[in-house]
């Protein structure tokens, strides 16, 4: 009788955590996409200042180490998680209402108000990005203890899923509203006046912030697991896994496939919004919305392969198929914007599985090794350093790229099916040239022994897959059968 009064309370945990994404989720989807770019276009963001809006989630990441440390001394992760995180999704007011404020009050010289306003941004979005980034490690230690590693791959892929439900509503809603407010396809910030521009997405990014604290707060109800404080100097804290041959490899792999990835970020939105001139809805339909349908599909399939046939078989079939992804989107300038929605759905179910693989993968290093001295938050945090130092560079070396390029310049290669290039494209192309690099370089050095091969976990997705897509083609059918 005694175990079951644990099942119940295992069972309440993981039903908060996964109703809190829903809220989440939400808050994700109003902050992403169209609406942060249309608010820096409308301040007048350069080619360089929409790289280095790409590079502050990962400069801001590298504030994972210190979050680290302080988590291993003080053993509080679920205090640190609640406030830094509660601050982070608060700070989308500021962010919403100061630019605003700075461009409505300047009576004269409104174009020292717009850079100011915009400095004023850039650096509210960078504190943001810091208050998630120092609580990031007490969230993963967290749940690497709270979470039975025997499901760990299928619940994780199970709340992403059902997270989903509310992304999408939220994604098409904001797409309308932005329609509605700029005109549809082709307008731009130089159409529609910029204050009220930045008045809408203001609007959207504070009913997000609700959403935000909503989803943070729910975590009150989950009781806290502290660790044991840990006063080791830093070196000797993370001598250990600079010492793991396996995890450098895997870290190597997962930073240079973040480089490749940043060298897209704000730049496939402004590629759409700008070059394509599509509408704001069909932006939040290609970059969000698609993707989430593609991984509402597969995310399960990639959780149980991860679960039953290992990681690096799956890190084999989701990076390789996502390397065409980036030429594929240099075809969408000659007008095939059904291209955009293939693309979007493609990227996001195979990158599902990269990043599957790659949570359950530091959730293996991850784990508490008391013996060792060291808690479960220190390879997340060396992981997460490694990789958002090569995010941070990606996004400032494509800005620098795309600022250097110039937004006249223009090459005609001659290749079929492919118009002109700027310098939207070359980043495309680079940015498929490193993902190929990640595979070749870093990928045969990972080893997971007990892990099958790569062709019979391909067989085993195809076979998860085709049920998923079965099951929700004749769900609806099944429905109105009772219904009959």
């Known amino acids: 009788m005694q175990p079951r009064p644990r099942r119940h309370s295992l069972r309440r945990t993981l039903t908060i955590v996964t109703v809190a994404w829903l809220f989440g989720s939400v808050y994700y989807s109003?902050?992403?996409?169209?609406?942060?770019?249309?608010?820096?276009?409308?301040?007048?963001?350069?080619?360089?200042?929409?790289?280095?809006?790409?590079a502050?989630?990962?400069?801001?990441?590298?504030?994972?180490?210190?979050?680290?440390?302080?988590?291993?001394?003080?053993?509080?992760?679920?205090?640190?998680?609640?406030?830094?995180?509660?601050?982070?999704?608060m700070l989308w007011f500021p962010i919403a209402l100061v630019p605003l404020w700075i461009v409505s009050s300047a009576d004269s010289h409104p174009q020292a108000a717009?850079?100011?306003?915009?400095?004023?941004?850039?650096?509210?979005?960078?504190?943001?990005?810091?208050?998630?980034?120092?609580?990031?490690?007490?969230?993963?230690?967290?749940?690497?203890?709270?979470?039975?590693?025997?499901?760990?791959?299928?619940?994780?892929?199970?709340?992403?899923s059902i997270g989903i439900f509310t992304a999408i509503p939220a994604a098409i809603i904001t797409g309308l509203v932005l329609d509605r407010l700029t005109g549809g396809a082709g307008s731009t910030?130089?159409?529609?006046?910029?204050?009220?521009?930045?008045?809408?997405?203001?609007?959207?990014?504070?009913?997000?912030?609700?959403?935000?604290?909503?989803?943070?707060?729910?975590?009150?109800?989950?009781?806290?697991?502290?660790?044991?404080?840990?006063?080791q100097p830093l070196l000797a804290i993370f001598a250990r896994p600079l010492r793991d041959k396996p995890f450098l490899w895997f870290s190597g792999f997962?930073?240079?496939?973040?480089?490749?990835?940043?060298?897209?970020?704000?730049?496939?939105?402004?590629?759409?919004?700008?070059?394509?001139?599509?509408?704001?809805?069909?932006?939040?339909?290609?970059?969000?919305?698609?993707?989430?349908?593609a991984q509402l599909l597969v995310l399960s399939a990639w959780g149980k392969a991860v679960d039953r046939m290992g990681r690096k078989p799956v890190l084999i079939i989701a990076s390789l198929g996502f390397v065409p992804i980036g030429f594929g989107w240099c075809f969408m300038n000659t007008g095939a914007i059904w291209l955009g929605y293939v693309?979007?759905?493609?990227?996001?179910?195979?990158?599902?599985?990269?990043?599957?693989?790659?949570?359950?993968?530091?959730?293996?290093?991850?784990?508490?090794?008391?013996?060792?001295?060291?808690?479960?938050?220190?390879?997340?945090?060396?992981?997460?350093?490694?990789?958002?130092?090569?995010?941070?560079?990606?996004g400032l070396s494509s800005g620098l790229i795309a600022q250097t390029i110039g937004e006249g310049w223009r090459w005609d290669t001659g290749i079929p099916g492919l118009a002109p290039i700027?310098?939207?494209?070359?980043?495309?192309?680079?940015?498929?040239?490193?993902?190929?690099?990640?595979?070749?370089?870093?990928?045969?050095?990972?080893?997971?022994?007990?892990?099958?091969?790569?062709?019979?976990a391909l067989r085993f997705m195809t076979v998860n897959i085709y049920n998923n897509l079965f099951n929700a083609i004749s769900l609806p059918l099944r429905a109105i059968r009772v219904r009959r």
């Open 343 to 394: 693309l979007g759905a493609l990227g996001a179910a195979l990158y599902a599985g990269v990043e599957v693989a790659h949570f359950n993968m530091i959730m293996e290093f991850a784990q508490t090794d008391e013996n060792e001295g060291t808690g479960s938050t220190t390879y997340f945090a060396v992981n997460n350093v490694v990789c958002n130092v090569a995010g941070a560079l990606g």
């Open 189 to 231: 910030t130089s159409v529609v006046e910029p204050l009220r521009i930045l008045r809408w997405c203001g609007y959207i990014f504070m009913v997000a912030a609700v959403f935000g604290v909503i989803d943070i707060a729910l975590y009150l109800k989950i009781p806290g697991k502290p660790t044991v404080p840990h006063t």
């Open 422 to 456: 700027g310098y939207f494209e070359v980043l495309f192309a680079l940015s498929a040239l490193m993902r190929l690099a990640a595979i070749v370089v870093f990928l045969p050095r990972i080893h997971e022994p007990e892990a099958r091969p790569a062709v019979e």
């Open 30 to 54: 109003a902050t992403s996409g169209a609406p942060i770019t249309l608010f820096a276009q409308s301040l007048g963001a350069s080619p360089f200042q929409f790289g280095l809006l790409s």
């Open 254 to 293: 997962t930073a240079t496939m973040t480089f490749a990835i940043s060298f897209m970020g704000q730049f496939a939105t402004l590629y759409l919004i700008d070059k394509l001139r599509i509408t704001n809805t069909q932006v939040q339909l290609i970059l969000l919305v698609a993707p989430s349908i």
């Open 56 to 89: 502050m989630p990962f400069i801001a990441a590298l504030l994972s180490l210190p979050g680290s440390l302080i988590i291993d001394k003080t053993g509080q992760r679920k205090r640190i998680f609640l406030i830094t995180h509660l601050l982070h999704r």
């Open 114 to 160: 717009r850079f100011a306003a915009l400095l004023a941004f850039l650096l509210l979005v960078f504190l943001n990005y810091c208050g998630q980034s120092l609580g990031g490690p007490a969230w993963f230690g967290w749940m690497a203890d709270i979470v039975p590693e025997r499901i760990r791959g299928h619940y994780f892929s199970r709340r992403r």
